[in-house]
């Protein structure tokens, strides 16, 4: 380790305290993205991240509108010749619901047992802040980076991203670069070093069905009128065969079959299924499926998923109405090889071919959605990440699938031509679509090493890609 | 018409707007009885309840404590050897949400076109308030009633009465009569004037399905973890045939066949199945099924109706979560025959055997439920209603069932021994369990001249039952 990386890594430790402060005060800002009801957030949380560049030292730092939520860029290319990097990140949190399932505030950010607990700590202010920490103590130490860096920080990741891809191609030229690195996703197993080298897709779509024109007293009309959750359920519970596989016919086409190398790693991971459904605190179904099978189900397979279901009254005790409305919320992960838009046109033929007469059913679209995303095995940047987590950690990581969705990969490769690795210090069990998310401060400090020392290694790159 | 009666209802007519503010000031009280967060909402309508009956000159007015919340009680029993009438009205209402599609807030009552719109209005403060109007009217004119009169009312209608059948055991002394008259109820329609002879049974269920302990993250547990959403919609749609019919074994157990001079009503009215659709706002279903089954299915058939499901993000856009539980709200119209505790444990017994494995199921209970209801055909005072509204209305009123569900019928039979006709002034289309409830203030004072003839024609009850 070069005297440089000493002393950044010196000053990194000695800043901590200071630096948790800032998460705390970055979490406080409630950005959810998905409800207006925190546009203010929004505005306040890209302001936040803005302002935290330009005192890091990034040039031309500015606040980029977009067909929604605006993104943040900023940059230090006083390198020329030497590589250019982008760094990725968000801004945006999930709806911090339900609230009553929070042991503290979701937007007053606490600490028990070397966690801090608030809503978008782990995904992914902790996370984004972490580059911007170290590129700052590169640039108090030194005066000037080893490579030329850029960021791109949006503020829809929790939105699927809608207009994160118009936004790319509209700044494609100053966006350009060799490689990308995401701060966003998150390592497997806090036990476990890992990296991602494929994560699926998503898409989203939201099922109504309606009936009369407002909501109707069962006593009266029970029996006579249209009941749409009657309806709705019939067509939810279509979806599916009994053994949980999408049903619908037209999802799995174009499906290309996994990496192998990924069958691999699933295969020389001991996953153990007993112990997730004691993790996940669900009853363990019987038979119990092998862990290999659920390892392959979360990375490798198609998943439609109910993520809401609502309709009617949800208060206390009983109320005698026939609903005039009921709704799902429904999104799918998708793998190699699946269309979005085809997908969701399935699910759409699917429930209208099968709807009741009687009812009206509509179908509301989230954006384009994603398609799987999947990195070149022989990628320097995913190599350097690996190099440098095996040596933090005493152990090299495996290469890891990833069940969850990061639309950028495919974004990133379709419009600036340069493949993304990911190096995030969020774990995948730290609640973040859930109540009490939190951030493991270890992994803070960890990723502050780790950061510093792939600013240094990443001059390496030179002639990648 | 006695010369005592003209001028009871030249006072009832210029009285029209003061009794108006009253109303309005009534159904400002937020009086929601299946919400705990309504009770001081509830307390202050008892108390309007007791003030009301107090100031109109009843005796011995009482708030009293049941299980749940209180009934108020009063009466004027100055007529010995007269029959004596008990009046039953509730002063709680339904829950207002969902409130955004109410055009004046629910507790704010407002006049438009000769309508007063407000929650509880129609159901059943406007009309309970007639009958003490109108014995207060009588007493201002004569100093005395042709009949004693009581007053029984409750606080827990809206929420299934589960402490009303308790109440009226232990009142049965004080509440002694020969014929019990209730201002709860609804007209069938506002162009046919009718009685109801029969009224549907109700019981209600929730069903709750839980999985994993708390919600996940639908990327990283998609197709691994538990959806309890998907096993509810399943469980849920094998509830009924798909023609609607119920499909829970020991669900139709001991159904008498209903009526016959219902079905011969049914035949006469010639029932429009499109314009009912049409009425409520539907989409048609095709083929249109025949008027009179479907006001076959709304008087004599049973139901299992969905009142409300949900679970997981109901907010705006997107959540990629897994619940961590669904539920939905079931109520049951029962006819005659049926036992609202053995439908409830068939339905459980139905889900329980179909529950597939890693999931819980939870069944909660409100209240033991209602047995349908049916009046003697030869009842006198059946006959008086009948007679008033034909000469007031100048056409004899049909003999109609309800669907809706008034459990008191039976529990006034069985703890008084008493039958119990119908007469209130409220019509079934006036939105009375959804937003903007109104109540046709024609009816208000047509049912306080009908109220007055009725108090009047009730001395000739003597020697029924």
Known sequence: MSGDLAAIEAALAAGEAGFIQELMAFCRIPSVSADP????????????VAGRLERAGFD??????????????????????????????????????????WTSPPFEPTLRDDRLYARGISDDKGPLLIPILAAEAWLRQHGSLPVNLKFLIEGEEESGSPHFEAAVAALAEELACDLVVSADGAMWRADLPSVTVASRGMTALDVIVHSAAKDLHSGRHGGSAPNPVRALVRLLASLHEEDGKVAVEGFHDGIVPPDPAIVEAIDAVDFDARAYFEGIGAPA??????????LIRQWLEPTLEFNGISGGYAGAGTKTVIPSQAQAKITCRLVAGQDPAAVREAIRRHLQARLPSGYRLETVEHGPGSPAFALDPDDRGLRMTQDILGELLGRRPLRVAMGA?????????????????????????????????????????????????????LKELKGHG
């Open 60 to 101: 031309d730092v500015a606040i980029v509108p977009t067909g929604g939520h605006p993104v943040v860029t900023g940059g230090w290319c006083r390198a020329p010749g030497a590589p250019t990097v982008l760094v990725y990140g968000h801004y945006d949190v999930q709806p911090p619901d339900p609230l009553e399932r």
């Open 285 to 294: 179904p019987e038979p119990l499926p092998a862990g290999r099978d659920l």
């Open 37 to 48: 009801a925190y546009r203010d957030g929004i505005a306040e949380a890209a302001r936040f």
């Open 405 to 457: 969705t990061i639309p950028i990969g495919a974004v990133f490769r379709s419009r600036l031509g340069a493949p993304t690795v990911f190096f995030s210090f969020s774990t995948s069990d730290e609640d973040y679509h859930a109540p009490n998310e939190f951030f493991r401060l270890a992994n803070f400090r960890l990723g502050l090493v780790a950061w510093a020392r792939l600013i240094d290694r």
